[in-house]
Nanobody
Framework: QVHIVESGGGSVQAGGSLRLSCVTS????????MGWFRQAPGKEREFVAR???????YYADSVKGRFTISKDNAKKTVYLQMNSLKPEDTAVYYC????????????WGQGTQVTVSS
């Protein structure tokens, strides 16, 4: 099992930026796919971004061009740089590990709150 801890959430005005970090304990982190998800109050959890072992990235249409997922294998850390934030980006953001590369996420963090005010 991989232990995951997210950080970097907070409150920001629309148009602002935040960078989320996700530190993991996985021994073979470089081989994992990692993802960011979010859940707004009263809504289902939704996919935000994914980065696989080769650093190929995937994004939800709603964040494409504004958010960037990246990773540092040496630090076993995944980042989510969020720019041009909108009030609709307000949610709890979760980081997750897909250890087998099959898009089934095995381990989840506790989440970090992002609040964007207009």
């Amino acid at each position: 099992q991989v232990h995951i801890v997210e950080s970097g959430g907070g409150s920001v005005q629309a148009g602002g930026s935040l960078r989320l970090s996700c530190v993991t304990s996985g021994r073979t982190f470089s081989s994992y796919a990692m993802g960011w998800f979010r859940q707004a109050p009263g809504k289902e959890r939704e996919f935000v971004a994914r980065i696989i072992w080769s650093s190929t990235t995937y994004y939800a249409d709603s964040v494409k061009g504004r958010f960037t997922i990246s990773k540092d294998n040496a630090k076993k850390t995944v980042y989510l740089q969020m720019n041009s934030l909108k009030p609709e980006d307000t949610a709890v953001y979760y980081c997750a590990a897909d250890r087998n590369g099959d898009s089934a996420y095995d381990d989840w963090g506790q989440g970090t709150q992002v609040t964007v005010s207009s």
